[in-house]
């Protein structure tokens, strides 16, 4: 499968556990993003050069005191995105954290306690840090958060392709929280 379907995928899977399904109500005019005020860029992402495929064993987002593990997920015999009990969930039928294209991982965010809960508070240049199964960290720089009514993803904008290495970290539920960030550095496994 190749990555454009992989990440479509994804972003269906994704909008069908959140109850915004792609036909649900039809489809949004073409100036349903356009009217939407846009967020503030950290800048454009700098020429860091992708990584292999190595998926994320955890994650830490220092902003918000977030340090946990990542889980991988797939799709649901009924074509849902399968949901982690407790924490995030990497979309393993999509590019790695580090590899060209946007990752997305997902989480909850509806209580206290939940990984996710805190994650409206990141803010356009704060850092997350993917920790790597093969032992190597890729360093993301993020761009803006944004919040979008369930019915109202931009679908291609969150799980598009992109020409360089991205994440994505959303939230299920009523609002999903979406933060866009991209690679700024990597770091080998340590000797």
Request: proline share 11%; charged share 20%.
């Amino acid at each position: 499968m190749n990555m454009r379907i992989s990440v479509l995928a994804a972003g269906a899977a994704l909008l069908l556990v959140t109850g915004c399904g792609l036909f649900e109500g039809g489809a949004p005019g073409p100036d349903a993003d356009a009217a939407r005020p846009q967020a503030v860029r950290a800048g454009d992402p700098p020429k860091t050069r992708p990584l292999a495929g190595s998926p994320p064993a955890s994650l830490t987002l220092p902003k918000i005191g977030l340090r946990t593990p990542v889980s991988q997920i797939a799709l649901n015999t009924d074509g849902t995105l399968a949901q982690a009990p407790a924490e995030p969930g990497w979309y393993r039928l999509g590019p790695t954290p580090g590899q060209l294209g946007p990752a997305v991982i997902a989480g909850n965010a509806a209580a206290e306690g939940d990984a996710f809960y805190k994650l409206g508070e990141v803010t356009p240049g704060d850092e997350v840090e993917v920790v790597r199964e093969d032992g190597s960290r890729a360093v993301f720089k993020v761009d803006s958060v944004e919040k979008f009514p369930k019915k109202q993803v931009p679908t291609q904008r969150v799980f598009g392709e992109l020409r360089h290495p991205g994440l994505r970290l959303l939230t299920y539920g009523e609002e999903m929280i979406v933060v866009f960030a991209h690679l700024a550095a990597t770091r080998p496994p340590a000797a």
